[in-house]
């Protein structure tokens, strides 16, 4: 069984930067799909940008292309989210997923996709 636990979630002022990690346990394969959703009060829950192990390759939602990266530490097992430039609506729960599939756009952003969840960690970007 996959388990997922996210950290790094905090505030911080509009213009800042924040790291998020996703520390994984129980992948069967070294080749997976991963991604990072968010969920905003009110709103349904929407890929942010996903990554595939296997190749490496990655895709981002156009709301954060060029300010988010996700990437990937096999060794540790660790997925990342680097986020600069961070805007007050980018404030969210951020939650990290996983499936065993090789994913490729468009489905690598939908979360139907996703069979293994993270619990969440709160980001919140101020004005």
């Known amino acids: 069984q996959v388990q997922l636990v996210e950290s790094g979630g905090g505030s911080v002022q509009a213009g800042g930067s924040l790291r998020l990690s996703c520390a994984a346990s129980?992948?069967?394969?070294?080749?997976?799909?991963a991604a990072w959703f968010r969920q905003a009060p009110g709103k349904e829950r929407e890929g942010v940008a996903a990554?595939?192990?296997?190749?490496?390759?990655?895709y981002y939602a156009d709301s954060v292309k060029g300010r988010f990266t996700i990437s990937q530490d096999n060794a540790k097992n660790t997925l990342y989210l680097q986020m600069n430039s961070l805007k007050p609506e980018d404030t969210a729960m951020y939650y990290c997923?996983?499936?065993?599939?090789?994913?490729?756009?468009?489905?690598?952003?939908?979360?139907?996709?996703?069979?293994?969840w993270g619990q969440g960690t709160q980001v919140t970007v101020s004005s």
């Open positions: 129980g992948y069967t394969s070294s080749s997976y799909s």
């Open positions: 990554i595939y192990t296997g190749g490496g390759s990655t």
């Open positions: 997923a996983a499936t065993m599939a090789h994913l490729a756009p468009p489905l690598f952003l939908h979360r139907v996709y996703y069979n293994y």
